[in-house]
């Protein structure tokens, strides 16, 4: 980014997943995302050749890759856009990109209005078409097999694999769990029901007809669907059921944090400790309502946050009792700020192609989980993995990764160096960004198991979720 006020506010708008999971991608590319309604989400729209034909994916080792590609976004001029400036109107609403990259693109057509190249001083009028040409890098994920737990004319239900996103989102598409399915599946046309985050493993049903979604999205705002989740949390968990109450309110919708406040929407979590390893406990969760984050923000509350959890098992930001008892120590604003801090955009910039380290204005909507420092190429390979939550992490992902159908898939997308395409006008092609380390592909939290009327799906306990597991 051409200014640190920049880099800041590409690092606000860009943070991770993990903290703007329910975030939708403007229709430009930028960063400006609005949250869906609570309503019954919509049909998925049906994946077409075009589609699939824009990448193909490569297997790296225990990540998922996706080959770099073009892809052109197309939107009609708002009506606060009418009489601006076309540069003033990409530099100033979509954070992305600096003005300078903004202003190469326009000058190169890859920013076009109603198809014709133009320059920077263009003055929008309404009903103009504005298309956007870009080189999109996705961002890797665990290279594993997608489990189908049931499949039948109206239902498929999937033992997701944690690291992927449900939806087509910020730098995931090909790499999306949607995607996946049609591509690798052929089940193109699927209407989501609930959703589980990013990091989240585990059970998701998917309806096949509209009558089906519609059937189950009811169900589960009448409260007639009942979830079990597992987790892993720190220290030992109180024995026998443990109910909380706490009002959960929703302090950035934008960054998509939480946090147990009196302001907050009635919530209902119950807990029941399964085991104990004399470090951390697993316990199994029932959510009664269905708040963002609610599981991980009422054991944050109850004082065992899950053990890997990036955004609530955070002293700095939570302050030294994580915030227990809703205790954080410092005001909301405060809070969000030191969040910012922690998960830090430069982690995964290594430096461009001339060995000059880049400026702090990363210019990605890359996603973040943790605050590891930014590693450098001479650093080594191993160093990125050489830490006790790495190794912990890698032994995890093999559970999931080294499952039914890996090795077939691993042949399959076989890496060729030659499908690796550079776009000079890409500035994404000129920096060089380290891969997602194993500790920010996922978190100890695993949907087990999904009830409703006449029909009940369970998935597997993940490996973690052993009796005798350690953290060694």
């Known amino acids: 980014m051409s200014t640190e006020e920049n880099g800041r506010n590409s690092q606000k708008s860009l943070l991770s997943d993990s903290l703007q999971e329910k975030r939708k991608s403007d229709s430009l590319g930028g960063n400006n995302k609005r949250r869906k309604s609570a309503a019954p989400e919509k049909a998925q729209r049906g994946f077409t050749e075009a589609s699939f034909e824009e990448a193909e994916y490569y297997f790296d080792k ?76 996705e961002i890797a994920v665990l290279a594993s097999p997608v489990q189908i737990i049931h499949s039948s004319d109206e239902l498929i239900v999937i033992d997701k694999p944690p690291s992927i996103p449900i939806h087509p989102c910020g730098r995931y598409r090909h790499n999306c769990l949607l995607f996946i399915l049609a591509k690798e599946y052929n089940f193109n046309k699927l209407y989501s029901v609930h959703r589980l985050d990013r990091l989240t493993s585990g059970l998701i049903v998917f309806a096949k007809t509209i009558k089906k979604s519609q ?70 969760c029932k959510p009664f309502t269905g708040r963002m984050h609610q599981i991980r923000v009422h054991l944050q509350y109850l004082g065992h946050p899950i053990v890997n959890d990036p ?113 000079a006008a890409c500035d994404l092609c000129h920096q060089k960004y380290m891969d997602p380390e194993p500790k920010d592909l996922l978190i100890f939290l695993h949907s087990l198991r999904y009830k409703g009327e006449n029909w009940e799906f369970e998935s597997k306990f993940p490996l973690w979720a052993k009796d005798d597991w350690k953290e060694n």
């Open 215 to 284: 059937e189950i999205n009811e169900a589960i705002r009448d409260r007639k669907v009942h979830k079990e989740y597992v987790c892993r949390v720190e220290g030992n968990f109180p024995d026998g059921e443990v109910s909380c109450k706490e009002p959960i309110e929703v302090i950035s919708p934008k960054m998509g944090i939480c946090m147990v406040s009196p302001s907050g929407r009635d919530c209902h979590t119950e807990f029941k400790k399964l085991s104990y390893n004399g470090t951390s406990s697993v316990v199994l």
């Open 62 to 137: 225990y990540l998922r890759k996706v080959y770099p590609y073009h892809f052109t976004y197309k939107t009609f001029c708002k009506g606060r856009w009418v009489g601006k400036r076309l540069i003033d109107v990409f530099s100033e609403e979509f954070r992305a990109h600096s003005k300078k990259e903004y202003e190469k693109n326009i000058t190169e057509g890859n920013i076009k209005i109603n198809g014709v190249t133009i320059t920077c001083e263009y003055v929008l009028k309404e009903n103009d078409c504005i298309t956007n040409k870009v080189h999109r890098h």
């Open 311 to 423: 955004i609530y098992n955070h002293a700095h930001a939570f302050g030294p009792l994580k915030g227990k008892n809703g205790d954080i120590g410092k005001t909301k604003e405060q809070l969000l700020e030191d969040l910012l801090n922690t998960h830090n955009l430069q982690k995964w910039l290594l430096e461009d192609f001339t060995g000059v380290t880049t400026d702090a204005g990363v210019t990605t909507d890359t996603d973040v989980a943790t605050d590891t420092d930014v590693a450098t190429e001479k650093d080594g390979e191993e160093s990125l993995h050489d830490s006790k939550e790495n190794r912990i992490s890698l032994k995890a992902l093999e559970y999931y990764a080294k499952c039914d159908g890996w090795e077939e898939l691993a042949k399959k997308y076989i890496k060729d160096d030659k499908k690796i395409i550079l776009d």
